[in-house]
């Protein structure tokens, strides 16, 4: 049995709550920004008309212009209350699991995933990556274990998404959507374009685009998003068959794909080999594959060492490697774990 300080399941009952919460949200034709609101009626130069009072991201209070008096009917007025209904029930559901241990995201993060929502890049394909493709990992197997806090945001795509922009819009303008003010982060040299945007100042939230490519950190054009991304090894391999996830906030769920937590296993391990600068990244990637391979191991033995075999060749030396090192982190506390990791090194 697996010691508590490395992850415990959550209940049954809890279990249920969120499966019924994600499809409840996958019911969702978009993601309302902000708060759920209300809907309220104004009256400018003798004239009525229909808003969505609700809180911006930011803390203000604003107004969405839904359209005069006289062309919203009843039955369009029952449509947008389901929709704010529908917006309240997920909120509160994301609430109560967040009580019972469930991850979630900080509101301006999710801010950034809702416009991606709205404008179907996520349908399209665009995956999310990196922390906080964990921590909703870690929520899709019922697995209660300890986040790692950042603001973060990476996405990623492997072939052109078939999605239509706003003409003239370019990524940076849908991140701005948002109702944040995010900026590109200059390139090194400054003549390089970005692929990473962040928030001024001492904000730390970024957001980085990335695609598959041999070398790592090599800027690609990804034309439909009128953007360039970074290139990482294997990416093509880590969003393969991606899966239907959800992201909770305290003021949305929202719909994302994520990869599969087998490949993400992988994948860390791969990648903890090929930081040569940053340790304290190595060692964040070593845990997050540990605990999923351990979590995995109970659910469904041996699909890792399935789908290892299975793994590029150029990929399978360093998560080798790797899997060595992870094993030794779990030897003494899931050693079903660590023998499913030590499988992988043989």
């Given at each position: 049995?697996?010691?508590?300080?490395?992850?415990?399941?959550?209940?049954?009952?809890?279990?249920?709550?969120?499966?019924?919460?994600?499809?409840?949200?996958?019911?969702?034709?978009?993601?309302?920004?902000?708060?759920?609101?209300?809907?309220?009626?104004?009256?400018?130069?003798?004239?009525?008309?229909?808003?969505?009072?609700?809180?911006?991201?930011?803390?203000?209070?604003?107004?969405?212009?839904?359209?005069?008096?006289?062309?919203?009917?009843?039955?369009?007025?029952?449509?947008?209350?389901?929709?704010?209904?529908?917006?309240?029930?997920?909120?509160?559901?994301?609430?109560?699991?967040?009580?019972?241990?469930?991850?979630?995201?900080?509101?301006?993060?999710?801010?950034?995933?809702?416009?991606?929502?709205?404008?179907?890049?996520?349908?399209a394909g665009?995956?999310?990556?990196?922390?906080?493709?964990?921590?909703?990992?870690?929520?899709?197997?019922?697995?209660?274990?300890?986040?790692?806090?950042?603001?973060?945001?990476?996405?990623?795509?492997?072939?052109?998404?078939?999605?239509?922009?706003?003409?003239?819009?370019?990524?940076?303008?849908?991140?701005?959507?948002?109702?944040?003010?995010?900026?590109?982060v200059p390139?090194?040299?400054?003549?390089?374009?970005?692929?990473?945007?962040?928030?001024?100042?001492?904000?730390?939230?970024?957001?980085?685009?990335?695609?598959?490519?041999?070398?790592?950190?090599?800027?690609?054009?990804?034309?439909?998003?009128?953007?360039?991304?970074?290139?990482?090894?294997?990416?093509?391999?880590?969003?393969?068959e991606p899966?239907?996830?959800?992201?909770?906030?305290?003021?949305?769920?929202?719909?994302?794909?994520?990869?599969?937590?087998?490949?993400?296993?992988?994948?860390?391990?791969?990648?903890?080999?090929?930081?040569?600068?940053?340790?304290?990244?190595?060692?964040?990637?070593?845990?997050?594959?540990?605990?999923?391979?351990?979590?995995?191991?109970?659910?469904?033995?041996?699909?890792?060492?399935?789908?290892?075999?299975?793994?590029?060749?150029?990929?399978?030396?360093?998560?080798?490697?790797?899997?060595?090192?992870?094993?030794?982190?779990?030897?003494?506390?899931?050693?079903?774990?660590?023998?499913?990791?030590?499988?992988?090194?043989?």
């Amino acid at each position: 049995m697996p010691v508590r300080s490395l992850f415990r399941r959550h209940d049954p009952v809890s279990q249920t709550k969120y499966q019924e919460l994600k499809q409840l949200a996958r019911a969702q034709k978009r993601v309302l920004n902000g708060t759920p609101g209300i809907l309220k009626q104004r009256t400018q130069s003798g004239k009525r008309y229909w808003v969505r009072e609700y809180i911006r991201v930011d803390g203000r209070k604003v107004d969405e212009y839904l359209g005069p008096e006289a062309s919203i009917g009843e039955t369009r007025l029952q449509a947008l209350r389901a929709e704010i209904d529908l917006a309240r029930a997920l909120a509160s559901g994301s609430g109560t699991l967040r009580l019972l241990g469930y991850q979630r995201m900080e509101r301006k993060a999710a801010a950034v995933l809702e416009v991606f929502f709205n404008r179907g890049l996520i349908q399209a394909g665009l995956t999310l990556v990196g922390a906080h493709a964990y921590g909703a990992l870690l929520n899709e197997l019922g697995v209660l274990a300890p986040g790692y806090k950042t603001q973060d945001i990476d996405v990623a795509r492997s072939a052109p998404l078939a999605v239509a922009l706003p003409d003239g819009a370019t990524f940076h303008h849908l991140l701005k959507e948002s109702g944040l003010p995010f900026v590109p982060v200059p390139g090194m040299p400054s003549h390089r374009p970005s692929a990473s945007f962040k928030l001024p100042g001492a904000e730390t939230l970024a957001v980085d685009l990335l695609i598959p490519g041999k070398r790592v950190g090599e800027l690609v054009a990804v034309k439909e998003l009128q953007a360039h991304a970074q290139a990482v090894p294997l990416l093509d391999f880590l969003i393969a068959e991606p899966l239907e996830g959800i992201i909770l906030s305290p003021n949305q769920v929202i719909p994302v794909k994520l990869p599969s937590p087998e490949r993400f296993v992988l994948h860390k391990l791969f990648a903890s080999q090929s930081r040569t600068f940053d340790r304290g990244k190595t060692g964040k990637d070593l845990d997050q594959a540990a605990t999923l391979a351990a979590a995995l191991e109970e659910e469904t033995p041996g699909r890792l060492s399935e789908l290892f075999r299975r793994m590029p060749a150029a990929g399978r030396l360093r998560v080798k490697r790797a899997a060595r090192i992870a094993a030794k982190r779990l030897v003494d506390i899931h050693a079903q774990g660590a023998e499913a990791l030590l499988k992988l090194a043989r």
